[in-house]
């Protein structure tokens, strides 16, 4: 397993195209309350590890980023994931993360982001980031302002209406 970085609390490595991570992701999808603002619900291990090999492990191959697996430390449990995808039809880097509810309101979510613009620094200096989080997901929009977002615009995700938060970069 290819750690990318660490924080004090979380371990933050690539995903792999494998069972255990595929079962990660359903586990991850499978509670609606996760999935509430993101346009997608449960999935299967055959749908997951087509998510693995086409969108996340693709991006990571492409692009040199991704939506990293996130364990805890002390324990090696995997809570999330949290990482960049290239957007190519924008030409900017999307920050996003995603946590099961049980590690909610615990800090995981702003510590990953974080920990993940610091990576930014070095890897992506002067490419366009941005966050984008559903107008209704009001713990997402609070951690995008933390990493020193600044609301841009609105725009439509599918059929969600997000609102997107210029964090480096112009917009």
């Given at each position: ?18 069972d255990v991570d595929a079962d990660h992701l359903v586990a991850l999808n499978d509670n ?8 997608e619900g449960s999935i299967d291990r055959a749908a997951a590890l087509d998510v693995l ?119």
């Open positions: 397993m290819t750690t990318i970085l660490t924080t004090p609390r979380l371990r933050l490595r690539r995903f792999e195209q494998t609606p309350a996760v999935t509430k603002y993101v346009g090999r086409d969108r996340i492990i693709k991006q990571h191959d492409a692009y040199g980023v991704g939506r990293w697996a996130v364990e805890r430390l002390d324990d090696g449990a995997f809570i999330g994931w949290c990482g960049f995808k290239y957007e190519v039809e924008h030409d900017r880097y999307d920050v996003g993360y995603r946590f099961f509810e049980a590690c909610w309101g615990k800090g995981y979510g702003r510590e990953a982001a974080a920990a993940c613009m610091d990576w930014a620094t070095t890897h992506l200096a002067g490419k366009v980031i941005v966050g984008r989080a559903h107008v209704d997901n009001a713990a997402s929009l609070k951690i995008l302002a933390s990493l020193g977002g600044r609301f841009s615009h609105t725009e439509v995700d599918d059929t969600d209406v997000v609102n997107v938060f210029a964090i480096r970069g112009p917009m």
